[in-house]
């Protein structure tokens, strides 16, 4: 079991929603953290709420710019050496019909979501393997395994992630890596607000299924315990959304009959 205590910790999209809960969580159990989203300020503000605020640096940095995440992941290590364990929690959302989504949107979504989130791992990878020791983490989505209208790029996005890090695993157990996705269904974030619409402009009001799920707090005090169990695959959320995943998997047109009818924003 991993104790969270003086591990080296990078979490991206940390200025908000899950990401910034996990920081405040992560700071109270004695972490030595690296902090990273493209707002600086937003990042000064979350590192002034920390309870170990002496332990938590900033590094900024845009998912968007995969080109530039090598040179953030060597900026990264220098700061202790090393990452224990890097969270990957940055991206964005959308909602809006297929047909109504402009490929740009795909795009930009697939660039943060997936391209973004994989050059880093990619960039921090060598020298968990040289060191034998590193932990990947990645906050996909329910939607990484049950689609739902209004969410074809957003589900897209984490489908892939959930090929990209199961393939991982696999090729880097033996060299002592260890890979979680984290799946939470509704959490009350600003991420449905923030969600793209199909001309790429913000949605600007909280979906009602938002609005009733976890606290991000809940949500990350039950990411990081599964962090320290080094769970590989963990759902998180109410009833409906994780009772969703099961029959999606065992009675797949079930599910499609059901989500057809269900009310997900």
């Known amino acids: 079991m991993t104790k969270i205590k003086d591990q080296v910790i ?19 159990q004695g972490a030595k953290l690296i902090i990273s989203a493209r707002r600086r300020e937003e990042l000064e503000r979350v590192k002034s709420n920390c309870q170990m605020p002496d332990q938590v640096n900033i590094l900024s940095l845009d998912l968007a710019d995969s080109f530039a995440i090598s040179q953030k992941a060597k900026e990264a290590e220098s700061i202790h050496g090393h990452i224990d364990i890097l969270i990957n929690c940055g991206g964005i959302s959308q909602r809006e019909k297929v047909i109504n ?33 590193g932990h990947q983490v990645i906050i996909t989505s329910a939607v990484g395994i049950i689609s739902t209208p209004f969410r074809s790029a957003y589900a897209a996005s984490k489908h892939a992630l959930h090929g990209f890090y199961d393939a991982l695993r696999a090729e880097h157990h033996a060299d002592g890596l260890k ?3 984290i799946l939470p269904g509704f959490v009350r974030t600003q991420i449905s607000v923030n969600a793209l619409t199909g001309d ?41 959304e ?20 269900t009310a997900v924003t």
């Open 101 to 133: 989504t402009n490929l740009d949107v795909d795009r930009k979504i697939m660039e943060v979501n997936y391209f973004g989130t994989i050059a880093l791992s990619k960039a921090l990878l060598p020298k968990m393997i040289e060191r034998k020791s």
């Open 200 to 240: 790429g402009s913000k949605q600007n009001k909280m979906d009602d299924a938002q609005a009733g799920g976890l606290s991000a707090e809940e949500c990350a005090v039950k990411i990081i315990k599964s962090i320290e169990k080094n769970k590989e695959e963990v759902y998180i959320g109410g009833f409906k």
């Open 10 to 28: 990078m979490v991206t999209g940390a200025s908000s929603g899950i990401g910034e809960a996990l920081v405040y969580e992560l700071s109270k």
């Open 179 to 181: 890979v979680s996705i």
């Open 242 to 261: 994780v009772a969703g995943i099961y029959v999606k998997r065992f009675f797949p047109t079930l599910f499609s009959r059901i989500v057809r009818k």
